[in-house]
């Protein structure tokens, strides 16, 4: 395989700090409530993954988060959900009635800052960009990590007869997510096992 490094723009040693938040919640809205809820909610040990806001009927909040090892379970939903519809009901950030969504990002999830591409390497992906690099805006292929600034994606490039290793510049991603597939499922299946093994409490304690 070969690295073949197109248009890579991006500054090195960017800070994941500056670079998650365009995936997680676009300009407007969604902005501003993930800035009002991100502390709050790191500060009972959760992270904010994605923030939409007006899906559905133009009236839905839907908010996705995990713990940082990456689990959430029905029980974190509602300890998040509790927090997150107080601090609501204070600033009152949304004119009207609308509706809350809290959920977990799910098996095919979004991928929306650089720790989700590194955790997932080796993965399959879809990933759809802001403008064209190299003639295309949609890619998909199994992730190979983030450097400089790009994430690293290894997939089919017409002219060349072996898969190439990308680098598609995080700042023009639009959307990315994994692919479903036997092989996400058991390793999603594993992790979580891993976590919640790590989560119990020892004999006698």
Known sequence: MTATGLDRKEANGTADAVLDTPLVAAPGPARRIFELLRGPAEGIGFEIVRVR??????????????????????????????????LLDVEDPIPGEYNLEISSPGIDRPLTRPKDFE???????????????????????????????????????????????????????????LTMSDDLIRESLKRQGRAATAGSPSDGE
């Open 53 to 86: 806001f007006g899906l559905q009927d133009g009236h839905t909040l839907q908010i996705m988060a995990e713990r940082p090892d990456g689990t959430m379970c029905v029980a974190d939903c509602e300890e998040l959900s509790r927090t997150i519809s107080a």
């Open 119 to 177: 955790r997932w390497s080796g993965f399959e992906a879809k990933i759809e960009l802001t403008e064209p690099l190299a003639g295309r805006k949609r890619f998909r292929g199994l992730l190979q990590g983030v450097e400089d600034g790009e994430v690293l994606v290894e997939c089919e490039i017409e002219g060349f007869s072996e898969p190439q290793i990308l680098g598609l510049p995080f700042r023009q991603l639009s959307e990315a997510k």
